[in-house]
C-alpha cells in the first residue's frame, strides 16, 4: 500500500449567520481539491458557520448534532471521492452542551471527532472545555489526529497525539493577528516528527482579523505549500514514512525521552496564586522582581580548554558591559566539541577557578558547558557560577546517538534562584524536548538558561508570498518568522536565553538568542545574536505592580496555567511501540 498521499488544507471565510451559503461553499472547495487528487482535505475551525458568537443563545439556531445533516453531506462528498474530510463546526451534544468541534468523515462516514479542549477568549461563553482527548484516527491513508486553534498553543496535546502514532495532526483554526504560518505550527510539526496540515480561515469578523497562510508542513519543519490569503486550497504530497521515522534534527527522539524525569507534567503548580504558592511552608520563595539584562554568546570552541577561556572572558566582559547581569555560553564551550571524554575536567578544577575568579571580578553569573569527569563518569553537564563562587551543575539529561558513546546521562533537573530571577538549566538537545521546559515552567522558573550545540536548521524566514495583510498582522521582512527555541520561550512563559555554537563548516549555525515570555507580542521582546562569535543581550523583567497577584506573565505563566493535565498521563508512559 502506498505511503504517498495528496493532501489539501481548505482556506474560506464563512458568513455569520449564513450556515448553508457557507456550507456550499467548502462543499464546493472540497469538491474542487478532491477532484485535484487529495485524499486528505482539511477545512477551517467553524467553517461552517463562522466564529465569533456572543453567547449560547445566539448561536443555538446554528449548533448540530454529530452524526447530522452537515456531517452526511460531507460524507456523501467523501464518498463521492473516496477520500477523507475534516469539517469544523459547533456541536450540540445530548445534554444541550455545545462544542468547538472537528469531524473526520471519510467513505463510511463518521471515523471520529474532537472537541477543542483551551477554549480560546471568548469561546467560553458559549462552548465548553472539550472532553475528548488525544485520539489518532488509524485509517487507510495514515494515523490521523485532530487539533482545533489555541489546542496547539500546549506542548502536550501535539506530543500525546505523536506518541500515539499520529502521522498527521489536522490543525483547524481561526487563528488571528499573526503572521502565518505561525511559528507554534511549525514548531509542533518539527518536535514532533510528523506532518501538521494547517486550515486556518482568513478575513474580518466581528473586528477581528484572521491570518489565513493555511498550509502543509513537513516533519523537518519546512513548509512545503502555503496559500497567503483567500478562499481556495493548497495542494502537497506527504510521505507516511517520513512521519513514521520520528527524528528531530537526526535524532529518534521518541526513543530518547525519558519519562521518568516527567511526573511533574501531570501537576498544574499554577493553578493557585503562584505568589502564594512558591513559598508554601516556610520554603523559598520567588526572588524579588526585578528589571536586568542576560545575555548569550556564541562562538565555535576549539579542543583547546586554555584556548577556549579566551573568548568567553571576553564577551563575558563585553556582557557585562552591555549591562548584563548573567551571560550564556555554548554547550561544551570550556571543553571543546571535538573529544569531550578526553578534555573532560572536574567541575571544582582549573576551569571552573578561571570562570568563578571572571564571574567574581565582573560580578556576572555565568552559566558555561563544558565535558565533565565525575570519577569513573563522564557528563556533559553546565555550570552556572555565581559571583560568590557558588556553582550549580546541571547534566544533561536527553543524549544524542553520538553522546551515548562517551556520556553519561543526568537524573535530575536544576533550578537556582539569583537575583535575577528564578533560573533553570538545559543543553542543547534537552530542548528538543518539550517535556524538558515544561518541566522547568512549572518550576516557577523565569529564565532559562541552554547551553547548545544544535545543528540547523531550526529557524526559517517567513515562507509566505508578499502580500500585505491587513493590521494587526505583522508584515515586512523578517529572516527569523520562525525560531525553534523562541517557541520554546513563549509556551512556558519564560525568557529563554540559547547560547549556540557557531561553527557552519561543522553544521552549527549559532541564531544564540534572547527570547521573551509573552508569544503574544509584537513586536518581539527578544534579540538574536549576528553572524560569528557575538553576543545577543536583552531586557528580563519580573516586576510586579503592588499586587497579591501576579501582574507579569513571566511570573503569571498564563498559557501553562491553562494546561489540562488530568489528560497527560500517557507523557509519563515509556513508549509501548515504535511510532
Not at 18 to 23: D, G, H, L, T
Not at 61 to 84: M, N, Q, S, W
Not at 121 to 129: D, G
Not at 219 to 230: E, N, W, Y
Request: include cysteine; aromatic fraction near 8%.
Amino acid at each position: 500500500m502506498s505511503t504517498v498521499h495528496k493532501v489539501a488544507p481548505v482556506q474560506f471565510e464563512p458568513v455569520m449567520f449564513e450556515k448553508e451559503r457557507n456550507i456550499a461553499r467548502l462543499l464546493e472547495l472540497c469538491e474542487q481539491a478532491a477532484a485535484a487528487g487529495a485524499k486528505l482535505i482539511v477545512t477551517p475551525e467553524m467553517g461552517t458557520t463562522g466564529y465569533c458568537w456572543f453567547d449560547r443563545a445566539e448561536v443555538r439556531p446554528y449548533v448540530e448534532r454529530i452524526p447530522g445533516p452537515t456531517t452526511d453531506r460531507f460524507a456523501a462528498l467523501a464518498r463521492k471521492h473516496d477520500c477523507y474530510i475534516v469539517v469544523g463546526m459547533p456541536e450540540v451534544d445530548e445534554d444541550d452542551i455545545y462544542f468547538n468541534s472537528a469531524v473526520l468523515v471519510g467513505p463510511d462516514g463518521i471515523v471520529g471527532r474532537h472537541r477543542k479542549t483551551h477554549p480560546y477568549i471568548s469561546e467560553p461563553k458559549w462552548a465548553a472545555a472539550g472532553d475528548l482527548h488525544n485520539q489518532v484516527f488509524d485509517t487507510p491513508i495514515g494515523r490521523i489526529a485532530l487539533l482545533i486553534c489555541m489546542d496547539i498553543h500546549f506542548v502536550e496535546t501535539a506530543r500525546l497525539m505523536a506518541l500515539g502514532g499520529a502521522d498527521v495532526i489536522c490543525h483547524i483554526s481561526n487563528w488571528l493577528a499573526e503572521r502565518t504560518p505561525a511559528p507554534y505550527w511549525i514548531s509542533r510539526a518539527f518536535e514532533n516528527g510528523c506532518y501538521v496540515i494547517e486550515s486556518n480561515r482568513w478575513g474580518l469578523e466581528r473586528t477581528v482579523q484572521f491570518s489565513g497562510g493555511s498550509c502543509v508542513i513537513a516533519p523537518d519543519g519546512q513548509v512545503i505549500t502555503v496559500l497567503d490569503k483567500g478562499d481556495g486550497f493548497a495542494l502537497a504530497e506527504i510521505d507516511l514514512d517520513v512521519a513514521r521515522a520520528r527524528r528531530v534534527l537526526g535524532e529518534p527522539v521518541f526513543l530518547q525521552r525519558r519519562p521518568e524525569l516527567y511526573p511533574e507534567l501531570l501537576t498544574d503548580t499554577f493553578s493557585w496564586n503562584p505568589r502564594d504558592f512558591f513559598g508554601l511552608y516556610g520554603h523559598e520563595p520567588w526572588p524579588e522582581g526585578v528589571r536586568s539584562r542576560i545575555a548569550a554568546a556564541q562562538f565555535a570552541p576549539s579542543a583547546d580548554v586554555a584556548r577556549n577561556l579566551e573568548p568567553i572572558a571576553n564577551l563575558a566582559r563585553q556582557a557585562k558591559a552591555d549591562g548584563a547581569a548573567l551571560v550564556v555560553f555554548p554547550e561544551l564551550a570550556v571543553t571543546g566539541l571535538a573529544d569531550p571524554a578526553r578534555s573532560a575536567q572536574p567541575i571544582h578544577g582549573p576551569a571552573t577557578e578561571s570562570l568563578g575568579a571572571l564571574a567574581a571580578q565582573l560580578q556576572i553569573y555565568i552559566v558555561c558547558g563544558m565535558a565533565e569527569r565525575a570519577g569513573d563518569a563522564v557528563h556533559n553537564s553546565a555550570c552556572l557560577i555565581a559571583p560568590d563562587g557558588k556553582i550549580t551543575i546541571y547534566r544533561k539529561t536527553h543524549l544524542t546517538e553520538e553522546e551515548r558513546s562517551w556520556a553519561t546521562a543526568g537524573d535530575d533537573w536544576a533550578v537556582v534562584d539569583t537575583p535575577i530571577g528564578r533560573v533553570g538549566l538545559l543543553i542543547g538537545h534537552d530542548a528538543a524536548f518539550p517535556e524538558a521546559g515544561r518541566v522547568l515552567a512549572l518550576r516557577g522558573c523565569d529564565i532559562i538558561a541552554c547551553c547548545a550545540a544544535v545543528k540547523g536548521p531550526f529557524s526559517s524566514p517567513h515562507p509566505g508570498t508578499s502580500v500585505l495583510q491587513p493590521a494587526p498582522i505583522p508584515t515586512g521582512a523578517d529572516p527569523h518568522h520562525w525560531h525553534h527555541f523562541r517557541v520554546r520561550a513563549g509556551e512556558n512563559n519564560v525568557f529563554l536565553a540559547f547560547a549556540n555554537v557557531f561553527d557552519p563548516e561543522h553544521g552549527y549555525p549559532g541564531l544564540s538568542g534572547v527570547f521573551g515570555p509573552d508569544t503574544f507580542e509584537f513586536p518581539r521582546r527578544e534579540a538574536i545574536a549576528a553572524d560569528g562569535t557575538s553576543l545577543a543581550t536583552a531586557v528580563v523583567d519580573t516586576t510586579n505592580l503592588d499586587s497579591a497577584y501576579p501582574t507579569n506573565v513571566v511570573r503569571r505563566k498564563d498559557l501553562v496555567s491553562m494546561r489540562m493535565p488530568h489528560s497527560y498521563r500517557g507523557l509519563v508512559r515509556a513508549m509501548a511501540n515504535n511510532h
